[in-house]
């Protein structure tokens, strides 16, 4: 199985996302390429037909009670929801997400069927520093240690640099597809499994075309690119095409 992650973010607003999940129903879609979308949590009940799956952009690390301002996974899930973003450099960074509260977001999403896809990756001064592989260790493992060895099958992981996201600038192939052999080797050799590993970072129509021929990955998230429904249909295609 194959993936496509949309990341909407914070972006538009309640009409043109009716008109955005009207177009989103036509997308031709195959079973072996799975579409996520992720709109902004107060948006998920717009998002219900059947040619995607539906993720929300986090979730809460509490549970159902009195929690102002929070999104449980209980009411994700209740909203169809199946996969959650967890980790996400625009949490981890502006919200000051440590590790302690991705794991309990995890739990949390486990525990009500969601599947965590969870973010890893180095900002523009590890990468300089040559620090990239000891961060990727050390994100991955933090995680999947805390997680009970029958439920981490379900997760999914995703590269991406800090520094790609919204610069238009990704890795060269080549550097993409060492992390990502590198992120799989760790999985394999530690935990003695085999997780879909995404890239995500400034993915458009333009630079689909390369990034396919990356064998080792198992699909993309896309942020900007994903806001115009012919851009996730090019890209889709593309994808499916080469798999
Ligand atoms: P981008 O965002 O495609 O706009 O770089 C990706 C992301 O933040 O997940």
């Given at each position: 199985?194959?993936?496509?992650?949309?990341?909407?973010?914070?972006?538009?607003?309640?009409?043109?996302?009716n008109?955005?999940?009207?177009?989103?129903?036509?997308?031709?879609?195959?079973?072996?390429?799975?579409?996520?979308?992720?709109?902004?949590?107060?948006?998920?009940?717009?998002?219900?037909?059947?040619?995607?799956?539906?993720?929300?952009?986090?979730?809460?690390?509490?549970?159902?009670?009195?929690?102002?301002?929070?999104?449980?996974?209980?009411?994700?899930?209740?909203?169809?929801?199946k996969?959650?973003?967890?980790?996400?450099?625009?949490?981890?960074?502006?919200?000051?997400?440590?590790?302690?509260?991705?794991?309990?977001?995890?739990?949390?999403?486990?525990?009500?069927?969601?599947?965590?896809?969870?973010?890893?990756?180095?900002?523009?001064?590890?990468?300089?520093?040559?620090?990239?592989?000891?961060?990727?260790?050390?994100?991955?493992?933090?995680?999947?240690?805390?997680?009970?060895d029958?439920?981490?099958?379900?997760?999914?992981?995703?590269?991406?640099?800090?520094?790609?996201?919204?610069?238009?600038?990704?890795?060269?192939?080549?550097?993409?597809?060492?992390?990502?052999?590198?992120?799989?080797?760790?999985?394999?050799?530690?935990?003695?499994?085999?997780?879909?590993?995404?890239?995500?970072?400034?993915?458009?129509?333009?630079?689909?075309?390369?990034?396919?021929?990356?064998?080792?990955?198992?699909?993309?998230?896309?942020?900007?690119?994903?806001?115009e429904?012919?851009n996730?249909?090019?890209?889709?295609?593309?994808?499916?095409?080469?798999?």
């Amino acid at each position: 199985m194959k993936y496509l992650v949309c990341n909407l973010k914070a972006n538009k607003l309640k009409e043109d996302l009716n008109l955005y999940e009207k177009k989103l129903k036509n997308i031709i879609v195959d079973s072996n390429l799975e579409l996520i979308i992720c709109p902004p949590t107060p948006f998920l009940y717009i998002f219900q037909s059947n040619n995607y799956k539906l993720g929300s952009q986090d979730v809460s690390k509490f549970g159902m009670g009195s929690h102002t301002g929070e999104n449980t996974a209980e009411q994700l899930s209740s909203l169809n929801v199946k996969y959650a973003l967890v980790g996400h450099s625009e949490r981890r960074g502006p919200f000051k997400e440590e590790e302690s509260t991705i794991i309990e977001k995890i739990k949390k999403a486990y525990h009500s069927h969601i599947h965590p896809i969870y973010f890893i990756g180095e900002d523009r001064l590890e990468k300089e520093n040559k620090e990239t592989n000891k961060i990727l260790e050390k994100q991955i493992s933090h995680i999947i240690n805390e997680v009970p060895d029958y439920k981490r099958e379900k997760m999914i992981i995703v590269y991406e640099p800090v520094w790609a996201i919204g610069t238009g600038e990704i890795p060269t192939i080549s550097d993409i597809s060492n992390r990502v052999e590198f992120i799989k080797k760790i999985i394999t050799e530690y935990y003695d499994l085999a997780l879909p590993v995404l890239y995500g970072g400034s993915v458009n129509e333009n630079n689909i075309e390369e990034l396919v021929t990356v064998d080792v990955l198992d699909g993309f998230v896309l942020g900007e690119s994903s806001q115009e429904i012919k851009n996730i249909q090019t890209i889709y295609n593309k994808i499916q095409k080469n798999h």
